[in-house]
């Protein structure tokens, strides 16, 4: 794997882990906020997209293969969330502490998870005029 | 498909020339063909800039207390009208031109959500709609709880389905935010503008006609009057809904965009299935009615044969992550409520007849927008129609399905005499393509001036839409006074007191709901209400008894109770001034807050005439 795609995935596997070093910072600090914020919106639910796909983001992707990774990444990213607080809630266990760890932790296994690589899907498939959704699939 | 001319897969990348809708042999001199498309083009440039600037200087100054009857409409300045009116204009004339690049397109769409959706934000001090403030002390009490809350009394069904709460929880616990009051403020516009991305995914699958999604999306916005788009769970609920839609489509057999996987032939890639059950799973946990959405339209769009592979493992994760969660969690409420739920199906029309407006002693302009609303509903579902029976194509597409889908559950639940408003949210998606759909036919030829004649309908539509969003705004919008009442009030109710208003209109009234019992007296048996009209201290009294020091009640009186009053006819409009004067000189209650919106009395049950001290 070349760094400028491993790179990505360690800082994104990394990502859960700073958010969490942030929560020392005092209440409410904008740096705690700014760590945080995209985190919980973005980071597991881009994880688990890029899981999906056999691998990183190509250059060139059709437009609404692009909207639709990012929608996905958010939504995903707000159910994932969504559910890890509704577990501990139903638990017992709610502390935002625990919240992040599980976050953390399922956004390096998604980051980190080994991916075959194969080759880009070709353009052949993009109908003419329309996006298309290349990129995405199994290995 | 019926051919070239009538299908969905209209290719918008056909040769560039002609391109401005002149036929063969009569095709204008070049230099004038160029000069007009010159002129559209540098006119769509300019006017987007200019209407949001417009817009922008048009809230400088807005006369707020002046609303009643109509809300907003009746305050906004001739200049917000007409940069609306232009942002349409310059809209049509993007859509009327290929060569408009999607980022001019995107911007008007942003541009219309921000106008409609931001508005309010922008011009009000405050937090919009007494459910957010609700919503935000479900958020406040679940994170004092530790999750359940108990005696939550009216509240229990946040219990049940408590996943959006328990979401802003994570958030406010994990930034140490104090509140949800300061992102719950623009819920509404940027809930709008994310929905953009599912919509844009579900019209792309249909047609490849970029006239048609963008057509499809600025409809779909124009008529989103309903206001289910601030901070609640059934936002986020319908965000996820349209996210799992989208994904749907991009994966039926009839999908206008290229598969995925070019191996995979039909079916879902398993990686993504996980994640689509994800969603659904988000869905259940935060809302009850949105599952049912999703499961009728997995229902309906598994009628044809050929969507079951990709339907049929999708309906099956939200029929049993559905079923076990009502079975456990969310089972004291559906237990509660499935007596209400049977007697609904056997009276059918009462669900129906109940999301409309009862009107009879509303104010008059109450009346006219929900004639307004009632109309421009009416006039989607009859252009809907229209496309569906004139142009055939789109009955291959699955949205007539998606369409139609809501209905059954008209008939299942009241939900509160609001779930006609429902149906029609969740119908307007694929509705609103629809209409796209027989007012832009595809050609195969471009023809601007055809695409543009669509304007005054786009602009109509605009206006009934902001009759049923705006209109009800001088309820929805409250002061900062309304708002210290109220934090006065659950800063020194102590718990077991009694809190006692005339509607349900009173923001953040509802801090520490486990800990108090609420009275609404316009929402009480007729006969009290009319004992309240008749003999005002009487009428409150009845709901004071055995009031002490240590469990007192409090009476908060304001200007949006009031306003709810007169617009919606429940209470008399001097209902709460007689009130006022009624309680100030009677024994036992004591002003203790007073503001210009606002009044609180507190109220203990004196101690009879030579008794015991």
């Not at chain 2, 953009?196 to 963008?214: E, G, I, K, N, Q």
């Not at chain 2, 919606?568 to 001097?574: H, K, M, Q, R, S």
Request: a positive charge; aromatic letters at 8%.
């Amino acid at each position: 794997m070349t760094p400028h795609r491993t790179l990505p995935r360690l800082a994104l596997a990394a990502s859960g882990w700073v958010a969490l070093l942030a929560t020392t910072l005092p209440e409410a600090a904008p740096l705690r906020v700014a760590v945080v914020t995209p985190f919980l919106l973005v980071c597991p639910g881009l994880a688990a997209v890029l899981a999906m796909r056999a691998a990183a983001p190509a250059h060139g992707m059709p437009r609404y293969a692009v909207l639709e990774a990012a929608l996905l990444s958010l939504m995903l990213g707000l159910a994932l969330a969504t559910l890890v607080a509704v577990g501990l809630f139903l638990g017992g266990a709610f502390t935002a502490t625990r919240g992040l760890v599980v976050l953390a932790a399922l956004t390096s296994v998604l980051a980190l998870l080994p991916r075959r690589h194969r080759a880009r899907e070709r353009d052949g498939e993009v109908q003419p005029g329309g996006g298309g959704g290349g990129g995405r699939g199994g290995p | 498909m019926t051919g070239a001319r009538d299908g969905p897969y209209e290719d918008t990348a056909a040769p560039p020339a002609p391109r401005d809708g002149w036929t063969h042999g009569t095709a204008p001199p070049a230099s004038a063909s160029t000069r007009a498309a010159t002129v559209r083009h540098w006119s769509i440039r300019a006017v987007l800039p200019l209407s949001l600037g417009l817009w922008l200087f048009s809230l400088r100054s807005v006369p707020l207390d002046r609303m009643r009857d109509l809300g907003l409409l009746q305050v906004l300045p001739a200049l917000f009208w007409l940069a609306a009116a232009l942002l349409t204009l310059g809209f049509c004339l993007a859509l009327s031109d290929r060569r408009t690049h999607g980022a001019w397109l995107t911007g008007y769409v942003l541009g219309l959500i921000a106008l409609l959706h931001a508005t309010p934000t922008l011009l009000y001090p405050t937090l919009r709609y007494s459910w957010a403030w609700k919503h935000l002390a479900v958020v406040d009490a679940m994170l004092r709880h530790g999750g359940e809350v108990p005696n939550a009394d009216k509240f229990a069904v946040y219990n049940d389905w408590p996943g959006f709460f328990q979401l802003n929880a994570l958030f406010l616990r994990a930034t140490g935010l104090d509140s949800a009051v300061g992102y719950a403020a623009w819920t509404p516009a940027f809930a709008n503008a994310l929905l953009l991305a599912p919509l844009l995914l579900l019209y792309r699958s249909v047609t490849r006609d970029r006239r048609l999604v963008w057509g499809g999306v600025w409809i779909f916005y124009s008529c989103s009057w309903v206001g289910q788009d601030y901070f609640a769970p059934q936002t986020f609920a319908f965000l996820l809904f349209m996210t799992v839609t989208a994904l749907l489509f991009r994966q039926l057999p009839t999908s206008a965009l290229p598969r995925p996987d070019p191996r995979r032939r039909d079916g879902w890639p398993p990686a993504l299935l996980a994640g689509v059950v994800v969603l659904v799973a988000a869905i259940v946990v935060s809302h009850p009615l949105t599952p049912l959405m999703l499961i009728s339209a997995l229902v309906a769009l598994s009628l044809p044969r050929r969507n079951r592979r990709v339907v049929l493992p999708v309906l099956a994760a939200a029929v049993v992550l559905t079923a076990l969660w009502d079975a456990t969690v969310a089972r004291s409420y559906i237990s509660v409520h499935i007596q209400n739920l049977v007697q609904s199906l056997v009276q059918p029309d009462e669900n129906v007849a109940s999301g409309l407006a009862a009107t009879g002693n509303a104010a008059p302009g109450q009346i006219l927008l929900s004639a307004v609303d009632r109309g421009l509903s009416a006039v989607v579902v009859v252009l809907a129609v229209a496309a569906f029976v004139v142009r055939r194509w789109t009955r291959r597409t699955g949205l007539p399905l998606l369409a139609v889908a809501p209905l059954p559950l008209l008939a299942v639940n009241a939900y509160g005499g609001e779930m006609l408003f429902r149906a029609y949210l969740f119908a307007l998606p694929a509705a609103a393509f629809l209409v796209a759909a027989l007012l832009l036919p595809p050609t195969t030829r471009h023809h601007p001036v055809r695409t543009l004649a669509v304007y005054p309908l786009f602009l109509a539509l605009l206006g009934g839409l902001v009759f049923g969003y705006y209109g009800k705004e001088a309820v929805n919008r409250f002061t900062p006074g309304e708002v210290a009442a109220a934090r006065y009030v659950t800063d020194h109710a102590p718990p077991g007191s009694r809190i006692v208003t005339l509607t349900s209109d009173v923001p953040g009234l509802d801090r520490y709901y486990e800990q108090h019992r609420r009275i609404q007296l316009a929402h009480q048996s007729p006969k009290d209400t009319e004992r309240l009209v008749r003999h005002p201290l009487a009428g409150v009294s009845a709901f004071l008894y055995g009031s002490t020091e240590e469990q007192p009640s409090y009476i908060v009186l304001s200007r949006a109770q009031d306003m709810n009053g007169y617009l919606t006819g429940a209470l008399p409009a001097d209902t709460s001034r007689h009130l006022r004067s009624a309680m100030a000189n009677a024994p036992g209650f004591t002003l203790v807050y007073a503001d210009e919106n606002a009044t609180v009395y507190r109220y203990v049950t004196p101690r009879p005439v030579g008794g015991t001290p």
